[in-house]
């Protein structure tokens, strides 16, 4: 669980992993992101996720529980 976590060692997580999703996708051919299905998943597994947390993180934000 992350709550316990130092907002430094969270932004060093976060660019670490953007890092990682930038390599594994500037690695695939073209061809690979005309699928309906790649697109997806990319969403799902990214920007798609944000919802699932970001009432909370708004929360944390404002300093409300």
Known sequence: MKRKSDLTDLRIELEDTYRELMDILSSLPEEYFESDEVH????IDTYGH???????IRRWLE???
């Open 50 to 56: 944000y919802e699932d947390h970001g009432l909370e």
């Open 63 to 65: 300093g409300t529980p």
């Open 40 to 43: 997806e998943r990319i969403r």
